[in-house]
């Protein structure tokens, strides 16, 4: 699924293309609030964090799933 992301490290957003699949995703679908994070993702090394809301990813380099406990 092509998407735009904000890569901080670049300090802009970017466009990827990323799969969400339960192996590489850990969804929190009790979320009620904006700033309550919905979803983390594996992507291509680095992990993606989505807020509950239509706010766009964060994009954190060199940062795994595993790397923060899920």
């Not at 993606?48 to 060199?62: A, M, T």
């Amino acid at each position: 699924m092509e998407m735009t992301v904000y890569n901080p490290q670049k300090g802009r957003m970017e466009t990827i293309d990323a799969v969400f699949t339960d192996e590489n995703t850990t969804w929190f679908d009790n979320c009620t609030e904006s700033h309550e994070v919905y979803m983390i993702t594996d992507f291509e090394g680095d992990l993606l964090i989505r807020e509950f809301g239509y706010d766009y990813p964060l994009r954190v380099y060199g940062v795994c799933r595993a790397d923060i406990g899920f």
